[in-house]
């Protein structure tokens, strides 16, 4: 049930840019995305309802293939403030379960 | 605005002892849910509620009760703790139980149970 993402764990130097999948066995109704910072609790980032869909700001986008059961964030020109664990989340429109995926963690260097 | 609510922020326990970990929102979220957080693991759903007086199982349930008497609180019950249990817990809300909503996650209980 759980997404599955990858990478695991990613290093970047700031300004580099970085790609986040999550991909799903069971049919995606919506797809969120979480970024958790070391000892909190993980913060919204956006979410996508529909196949196609992209959202985000400029630095900071997500894409939702629905015929793929996938969707990707985009982190470009990434920024210290970037650093922590992100993670996707999905439910379905027939039930009422969420499921969060293992998560990958970011970490940007100097 | 209080948002989500958890309490208490960390707890030691000794194996068989039983406790209540609290959680309230003040948002007027329909959905409400708990989850554990392992390391290597992600975020694993316990029990969620999309309504007072209507509480489900999620992935991981055993050795955990819950109940929603009010719209605001979804207290989660370890009837005897196992050190199994040790793990961080994260309560969340949502307006809506679709998932077309963000969650909006409280500040986490670390549990460690000895």
């Known amino acids: 049930q759980q997404p599955v993402q990858s990478p695991q764990a990613v290093i970047l130097r700031e300004g580099e840019d970085a790609v986040i999948n999550c991909s799903s066995s069971?049919?995606?109704?919506?797809v969120h995305w979480y970024r958790q910072k070391h000892g909190e609790a993980p913060v919204f980032l956006m979410i996508l309802l529909k196949g196609g869909e992209q959202k985000g700001h400029e630095k900071i986008s997500a894409s939702f293939n629905e015929k793929k059961q996938q969707s990707s964030l985009y982190l470009t020109a990434s920024q210290l403030s970037y650093s922590g664990t992100y993670f996707c989340g999905t439910g379905s429109n027939t039930g009422n379960q969420f499921y969060f995926g293992t998560g990958t963690s970011l970490t940007v260097i100097p | 605005n209080a948002g989500v609510t958890q309490t208490p922020k960390f707890q030691v326990l000794k194996t068989g002892q039983s406790m209540t970990l609290q959680c309230a929102q003040d948002m007027n979220h329909e959905y409400m849910s708990w989850y554990r957080q392992d390391p290597g693991m992600g975020l694993r759903l316990i029990h969620y509620?999309?309504?007072?007086?209507?509480?489900d199982q999620g992935e991981v349930p055993n050795g955990y009760n819950v109940s929603r008497s009010t719209t605001e609180d979804f207290p989660l019950r370890l009837l005897s703790a196992a050190p199994s249990q040790t793990s961080v817990y994260f309560c969340a809300s949502s307006y809506s139980a679709r998932a077309n909503y963000g969650y909006t996650f409280g500040s986490g209980t670390r549990l460690t149970v000895v």
């Open positions: 509620s999309v309504g007072a007086g209507i509480t």
């Open positions: 069971k049919a995606l109704y919506s």
